[in-house]
């Protein structure tokens, strides 16, 4: 059962549109809400993250807004750019031996000039 | 510093052969994990540690596996290689449990024919 569920697959907006991706979690234990950026032939970078305790964070044009009691968080990308152009993923991390990342599938975005 | 390190950056094998993924890092981090990312599937922990001689299975370890001697080195081996195993693997690290952001690698694209 996939722990981490995000949409859309893909996405595209005009230049200067805001970019929305949602994620979805079950697991209540998660406790730290990260999106990752990857540009093609490149590792993952974190872009942007969240704690449970907060309803929202903002970095520049990158917003993450989570909702605990829904079990949810997203991703807007205000102002979006050609260079915003990469793949997206959201994942949550369990407080347990290891703390590794349980990822989503992954949001393809191209933003069109 | 380097950040993470990965070698080699493609490779093909034929359907049997062995080998292994190399991942160094030079940030004196004590956990390191290895992943793979399948084109619409996200990234799945393969295998992590948490320091030098202690390592455990994350959620697709079959056909592989792991060795941690160093803090620096967290090698990856594949055993008989198979079709399946084409993938582009990505290694990553972090300083404890306690600091949240996990450091990527550029990654290794296998291709087993």
């Known amino acids: 059962q996939q722990q981490v569920k995000q949409s859309p697959q893909s996405l595209i907006v005009q230049k200067g549109g805001i970019s929305i991706i949602n994620c979805a979690y079950e697991?209540?234990?998660?406790?730290?809400f990260p999106w990752y950026q990857q540009f093609p032939g490149k590792g993952p970078a974190l872009l942007i993250a969240?704690?449970?305790?907060?309803s929202e964070k903002k970095e520049g044009r990158f917003t993450i807004s989570f909702n605990k009691s829904a079990k949810q968080f997203s991703l807007h990308i205000m102002d979006s750019q050609p260079g915003d152009s990469a793949t997206y993923f959201c994942?949550?991390?369990?407080?347990?031996?290891?703390?590794?990342?349980?990822f989503g599938k992954g949001t393809t975005l191209s933003v069109s000039s | 510093n380097a950040g993470v390190t990965q070698t080699p950056k493609f490779r093909i094998l034929k359907i049997g052969q062995s080998m292994t993924l190399q991942c160094t890092q030079d940030m004196n981090h004590n956990y390191m994990y290895w992943y793979r990312q399948d084109p619409g599937m996200g990234l799945k922990l393969i295998y992590y540690s948490v320091g030098a001689g202690i390592t455990d299975k994350g959620e697709v370890p079959n056909g592989y596996n792991v060795s941690r001697s160093t803090t620096e080195d967290f090698p990856l081996r594949l055993e008989l290689a198979a079709p399946s195993q084409t993938s582009v693997y990505f290694c990553a690290s972090t300083r404890d449990s306690g600091v949240l952001e996990q450091y990527f690698g550029p990654g290794t694209r296998l291709t087993v024919t």
């Open positions: 969240i704690r449970p305790d907060v």
């Open positions: 697991n209540t234990a998660f406790d730290y």
């Open positions: 994942a949550a991390r369990e407080d347990q031996a290891g703390t590794a990342l349980i």
